[in-house]
C-alpha cells in the first residue's frame, strides 16, 4: 500500500474517531458541567449513570477503532512529506 493511501485511510480514521470521543465528551459535559442541586449534589443519579455508561462505551469504540487503524510510521508521514514539498534547486 502507497504510503499517502495509508495516510488518507488514517486521516479518515482520525476524523471518525474525533467524532465519537466528541459524542462521549458531550454524554458527559451534561451532568458534570452543570449546576448541582440545592445541595451541591448531581441531579438526575439515574440520567448521569446511564449518560456515564453511553460515554464509556462510546470511548470503548474509540480505543477500538484506534487499534483497528493502520497508522502511518513517522517515517511514512516525513516520506510523505518529503514527496509533498517541492524542491527548489538554485540554478547559477
Given at each position: ?60 469504540k474509540v480505543v477500538r477503532m484506534i487499534d483497528e ?6 517515517a511514512e508521514y516525513e516520506e510523505a512529506w518529503v514527496r509533498r514539498t517541492p524542491h527548489i534547486?538554485?540554478?547559477?
Amino acid at each position: 500500500m502507497r504510503n499517502n493511501s495509508k495516510i488518507c485511510k488514517a486521516r479518515e480514521s482520525s476524523s471518525k474517531i474525533g467524532k465519537v470521543a466528541g459524542d462521549a465528551i458531550l454524554e458527559l459535559e451534561f451532568h458534570y458541567s452543570s449546576p448541582r442541586n440545592g445541595h451541591g449534589c448531581l441531579n438526575d443519579i439515574k440520567g448521569v449513570r446511564r449518560d456515564t455508561c453511553t460515554a464509556i462505551r462510546q470511548l470503548q469504540k474509540v480505543v477500538r477503532m484506534i487499534d483497528e487503524t493502520d497508522w502511518p510510521t513517522d517515517a511514512e508521514y516525513e516520506e510523505a512529506w518529503v514527496r509533498r514539498t517541492p524542491h527548489i534547486h538554485v540554478v547559477k
